[in-house]
C-alpha cells in the first residue's frame, strides 16, 4: 500500500471579476516534508500580514487557499504562473476552483489508501481455512 506522489487535474476556469480563462493541466504533490508544512504555515502569516491573527476569516480563507497550492502545486499552466499561483489574481472564483479541486485530488488519494488499509485488515483478520 502506499500513495501516488503526485496526482494530476485539469481546470477550465473562467474569472468572474476579470473574464481571465485559466486552463490547464497542474501537478499537485500529494504529501509534504515537515519543511514544506512549515513553509506552508510561514506562507500563511506572510500573506495575512502583521497581526495576521486580527485578520477576517474571508483573509484567512485566502490565504489558507494561496499557501496551501504554493507548497502543493509543482506543474501549472503558464497563465497560473503569471499570476504568480494566485498573488496576482483578482478572480477568487479561479482560486476557489483551483483550491478545490486541488484538494479532491489528494483527498481521492487518501481516501483509496484508506480502503486499501481497511481491504487488507479485513483480510488479517479472517481465520485462515482449514
Known sequence: M???STVDFVIDSKGDVTNTQVTGTFTAKTKLSMK???RQDELYRQ?????????SEHSK??????SYLATHIIGCPDIWK???N????EDL???ADINNRCREEIDKEYKKLSEEASAAETIL?????V
Do not use: F, Y
Not at 500573506?47 to 485578520?55: H, K, M, R, T, Y
Not at 480563507?61 to 494561496?66: F, T
Open 61 to 66: 480563507d485566502i490565504a489558507s487557499a494561496l
Open 93 to 95: 472564483n479561479i482560486i
Open 125 to 129: 483478520k479472517t481465520p485462515p481455512a
Open 47 to 55: 500573506i495575512l500580514g502583521v497581526n495576521s491573527q486580527e485578520a
Open 2 to 4: 502506499s500513495i501516488r
Open 86 to 89: 494566485g498573488m496576482k489574481c
Open 36 to 38: 514544506e508544512i512549515l
Open 82 to 84: 503569471a499570476l504568480e
